[in-house]
């Protein structure tokens, strides 16, 4: 999709996060760094972040990203559509030993114990938080604004501030972040 190419560029963004028992919303903007199969060459430190994040997620959610159909076809019309696919043991389409047409590798099921590969359709998106907008909803709502603080690397390269940052080098970005930064907040009203 084009969010793809936006993320690439390092676009804003803005994230949703609800806690559910507790009552509160954040909402996180800022710039965002995608770690893909391509990063292993250009930031090896994103690429490592994306493979130890791979490797925490359960062989089921592994899997969806090993489907090698369009979305939006019927279960049916992706068992069928895999090439060399073995029988769909899973019950919901999902061939559980293939060999893609895009890549040279097998995937192997969990059933034979063997961990798979990363996916090359894996990316982890890394959002770099410039500002977070806390909400506390129910009976006495509260509203707090944290906004990062113009650091002075901000502006060594090139950007304006702390919603400008140029993301253009990478481990320039890993490396900003791993500083101690500076943070405001405000109360506001809900």
């Not at 949703?16 to 800022?30: H, K, M, S, V």
């Not at 994040?53 to 489907?67: I, K, N, P, Y």
């Not at 069928?80 to 043991?89: E, L, N, Q, W």
């Not at 998106?125 to 806390?134: L, S």
Request: one cysteine or more; glycine letters at 10%; a negative charge.
């Amino acid at each position: 999709s084009g969010k793809y190419a936006d993320f690439i560029a390092g676009s804003d963004c803005e994230i949703c996060w609800w806690l559910d028992e507790a009552g509160i919303q954040f909402r996180i903007a800022g710039r965002v760094l995608l770690a893909t199969a391509a990063t292993k060459t250009t930031s090896p430190a994103l690429w490592n972040a994306r493979r130890d994040v791979w490797e925490r997620l359960s062989d089921g959610t592994q899997r969806t990203f090993l489907w090698d159909s369009e979305p939006g076809k019927t279960k049916d019309q992706h068992a069928s559509s895999s090439i060399g696919a073995a029988a769909d043991t899973t019950g919901c389409g999902i061939a559980t030993a293939a060999t893609t047409t895009n890549t040279t590798r097998s995937i192997v099921g969990p059933e034979t114990g063997e961990k798979v590969t990363i996916s090359p359709n894996f990316a982890l998106c890394i959002v770099i938080p410039d500002r977070v907008d806390e909400l506390h909803l129910g009976g006495n709502q509260k509203r707090f604004i944290h906004s990062l603080v113009q650091m002075p690397e901000d502006t060594a390269g090139g950007g304006s501030g702390s919603g400008n940052r140029d993301l253009a080098g990478t481990e320039d970005v890993i490396q900003l972040l791993l500083q101690p930064q500076e943070w405001i907040t405000e109360e506001v009203n809900p």
